[in-house]
């Protein structure tokens, strides 16, 4: 298994261009999470999908948009990019189910975005 | 606002010693609680999770939860070289079927000297 993967890994913009960062896993988790990473930071949730067709805001969803049209593929897309953008994302994927345990979360190698 | 709040260190110790890494939250309903290893550069990788008061070991690692005092913490005994990176703890309010929603601290970052 390639696990999760994300393309590009390194992307400068200029402000006010768009782009979107590809996010895929290959082991069937029905959820899969955004992250932003500033520098010296935790990780902030950007969005969030449990399942084909569902998404939801997690806690910094301002300037960005997603998708879930697959099981495997989540991307996302910023629109007009803005400095404040500037970041290190990850993406990450994870198998719930209703028993109540937790699944561990497996995060890809993550996408470094500098907005000029 | 949940907060998860972490020392940014950097915290040194001497290669064989008890690295201790500390982390307190705000919401009294959390229920689980996480610490992740991130080597710089690199994406957070899980090393250990506590759902109940008490200590749980895991190899060099133990992961400590005081739920009354709303803290968890992380010691790692006969630290290593390799061990230095930045450990970020992380907490889920409960698990929900609207997703497992992970709240990071800001990391503490460990250095460990040869």
């Known amino acids: 298994n390639a696990g999760v993967t994300q393309t590009p890994k390194f992307r400068i913009l200029k402000i006010g261009q768009s782009m979107t960062l590809q996010c895929a896993q290959d082991?069937?988790?029905?959820?899969m999470y955004w992250y932003r990473q500033d520098p010296g930071m935790g990780l902030k949730l950007i969005y969030y999908?449990?399942?084909?067709?569902?998404?939801d805001k997690g806690e910094v969803p301002n300037g960005y948009n997603v998708s879930r049209s697959t099981t495997e593929d989540f991307p996302l897309r910023l629109e007009l990019a803005a400095p404040s953008q500037t970041s290190v994302y990850f993406c990450?994927?994870?198998?719930?189910?209703?028993?109540?345990?937790?699944?561990?979360?497996?995060f890809g190698p993550g996408t470094r975005l500098t907005v000029l | 606002q949940k907060e998860v709040e972490q020392n940014s260190g950097p915290l040194s110790v001497p290669e064989g010693a008890i690295a201790s890494l500390n982390c307190t939250y705000s919401?009294?309903?959390?229920?689980?609680f996480f610490w992740y290893r991130q080597y710089s550069g690199k994406s957070p990788e899980l090393i250990m999770f506590?759902?109940?008061?008490g200590d749980k070991e895991d190899g060099r690692f133990t992961a400590q939860l005081n739920k009354a005092s709303q803290y968890v913490s992380l010691l790692i005994r006969d630290s290593q070289p390799s061990d230095s990176a930045t450990y970020l703890c992380?907490?889920?309010?409960?698990?929900?079927?609207?997703?497992?929603?992970?709240?990071f601290g800001t990391g503490t970052r460990l250095a460990v000297r040869p």
């Open positions: 506590i759902y109940s008061n």
């Open positions: 992380a907490v889920i309010e409960e698990k929900k079927s609207s997703g497992d929603k992970l709240t």
């Open positions: 919401d009294r309903g959390s229920q689980s």
């Open positions: 990450a994927s994870s198998y719930s189910n209703t028993g109540g345990s937790y699944n561990e979360q497996f």
């Open positions: 999908s449990v399942g084909a067709g569902i998404t």
């Open positions: 082991m069937n988790h029905n959820y």
